[in-house]
Each structure stands twice: as C-alpha cells, then as structure tokens.
C-alpha cells in the first residue's frame, strides 16, 4: 500500500486561512494532486504539482516537496461552501493513482 | 464538455444477480478509472485502462469484471457479490501524462451499489 497522511479533521473560522498537510512514502512518484469532496458526491479537482514549489490557483493554493515527501494545501478567505474533505492523491507510474484518507474540514461562521 | 456521466445512480442487487454499471465521457480523454469508495473511506483503486487497454488490475476479486468497449466508454460487469462490496463506485477519466505533464481526473457521481 501507499503511506499518505492526513490530519483527520479541522476547524477554521470564515474569511480566515487554512493549511491542509499531506505526507507521502512512495516510489515512482509522478505528481500530487489535491480533490475536493462533499459528502455524498465525487471528487472534484482543486490543484496538482509535480514540481517543487508553489502553484496558485485563485482562493486555492498548493505546495510540494518531493524530498520531504510533503504537500499542503492553502485555501484563503474561506468560505462555508468550503466545509468538504479534502483528498490528496499521490500519482505513481502508469496511471496509479492513490488517495489519502482525507481532511474534513468544517468552515464556521 | 468536462463531464463524466454514470448509470444507474443507485443500484440494489442479490449475490446471485448480474448487473452491469456504466461511465462515460466525450473529453477525448485515453485513460479511465474504477474506483470503490466506502463510507467516510477514500476512493480505492480498483483498474485503470489505457487506451482501451486494461493497464492496472489491483487485485480485485474476479466477481468485478471491468470492460472498455471504445475510448468514450467504461463498463463494470458485477456477478455473485458479497453484501460487504456494498459501497459508492466511481468513474473517473483523464488525459494520458506526458513528459512534460500530468493530468487531473475528471470523476463521475457514482453508483450507490447496495448488495443483499
């Protein structure tokens, strides 16, 4: 199996900024890829690296280091459409995809 | 169109029934996902097919039998399941990386499978 961690669960407050940590142990890595899930429904796509470094996409940011072996996800100014799980996915070779256990995370007012 | 379309969306069946689930997507994308996802779980790698070809099996018990009959279509033939493959299945599809990137997955709503 793939060693992926996440933190369980969190709380922040709306407006406020949250850091979402993911670990990985894993060989023939080919990128980490950040979904978003409200209960009940699929996985949508928020962000993805493959590189080291940041990439930013509007509210959403994520970060990776592949010799730490560690991403996060950033979501500013949040908002209670964003109280979901959050999923990182470690890509392997040849379409492998393997997911955390996710992140739910609960916006409060 | 970014969309992944599965049927049916709900889905109850005995252990001696045969069932079929289906996903479809017209994004032109070369590889498809079935994934199996339990309650309050992430979603489980089940195969992955690669230019209709299947790529990946994950061990997956031989009652779950995975079948691409074109590039737009996934088709997940069920036969003599146990109540505990009672869970969500996923669709998802998404392009082929290349050396200079690699692609999202696109995931379709699911089928609730209930097995009885």
């Known amino acids: 199996g793939q060693n992926i961690d996440q933190p369980t669960e969190m709380t922040a407050t709306e407006g406020a900024i949250v850091q979402i940590n993911c670990t990985y142990q894993?060989?023939?890595?080919?990128?980490l890829f950040w979904y978003q899930q409200h209960a009940g429904e699929a996985p949508t796509f928020l962000s993805y690296n493959v590189l080291d470094g940041l990439e930013e996409k509007g509210r959403f940011s994520s970060f990776l280091s592949r010799s730490k072996g560690y991403s996060y996800l950033l979501l500013k100014e949040l908002q209670m459409k964003d109280s979901a799980s959050y999923l990182c996915a470690v890509r392997r070779n040849f379409n492998k995809f393997y997911f955390g256990s996710g992140t739910k995370l609960n916006v409060k007012p | 169109d970014t969309e992944v379309t599965q049927t049916p969306k709900h889905l109850v069946m005995g252990m001696t029934n045969k069932k079929s689930l289906k996903c479809e997507q017209h994004m032109g994308h070369r590889a498809m996902y079935w994934y199996k996802q339990k309650a309050k779980k992430p979603p489980e790698l089940m195969f992955v097919y690669s230019y209709e070809k299947l790529s990946i099996n994950e061990s997956v018990p031989s009652r779950f039998s995975p079948e691409c009959p074109n590039s737009s279509l996934l088709n997940l033939h069920l036969h003599a399941l146990q109540p505990e493959d009672s869970a969500l299945y996923l669709c998802?599809?998404?392009?082929?990386?290349?050396?200079?990137?690699?692609?999202?997955?696109?995931f379709g709503p699911g089928t609730r499978l209930t097995v009885t």
């Open positions: 998802a599809s998404s392009q082929e990386k290349t050396r200079q990137k690699s692609y999202e997955q696109y």
């Open positions: 894993t060989s023939g890595f080919n990128g």
